[in-house]
């Protein structure tokens, strides 16, 4: 018999779920994964690739290394109050606002105003998606800020 449950507050606190757990380790193994294809795609390459080639594979290798830093340093600190999911938002909204500069980029430079709306509409899209993730993410972590604010006043 022992005189207290075998886990402590922090266990409590800092939990994640199994789903949230999952989702992290997908999107953390689905960056490492691409950042290193394409890290030895880029390696490997016998001849010299064009400057805007080199500019937009070493850009999709620090977007795959970002989402794998973050997945590792969310599964290995559990965040409080979902700081990770704030964290997370801004990173969907900074890689869908580069992504569309460099769609609408190459687009005027290759395609006609048809391609150019298309890119920029979808990333546009995209971008509207993440940034609507990022408000609710925000909103989520000030519920929680101000549920524990509440508390503490509650209990001194």
């Known amino acids: 018999m022992t005189e207290g449950p075998a ?34 795609l880029l390696a490997t390459e ?13 850009a999709m290798i620090g977007i795959g290394t970002a989402w794998a830093g973050f997945a590792g340093w969310a599964l290995a600190r559990r965040p409080l109050f979902a700081v990770d999911r704030v964290i997370a938002a801004w990173l969907a909204v900074a890689f869908s606002a580069l992504m569309t500069v460099g769609m609408v980029t190459v687009a005027v430079m290759r395609a006609g105003p048809a391609g150019v709306l298309a890119v920029g509409g979808l990333g546009v899209a995209l971008t509207v998606v993440a940034s609507v993730l990022l408000a609710r993410a925000r909103a989520y972590r000030s519920a929680l800020l101000a549920r524990r604010h509440e508390l503490e006043r509650q209990h001194g």
């Open 7 to 40: 886990y402590g507050p922090d266990d409590i606190v800092r939990g994640l779920s199994l789903p949230r757990r999952v989702g992290l380790l997908v999107a953390g193994l689905g960056g490492l994964a691409a950042a290193v294809t394409i890290g030895l």
């Open 46 to 58: 016998p001849g010299g690739l064009p400057l805007r080639t080199r500019i937009a594979f070493l």
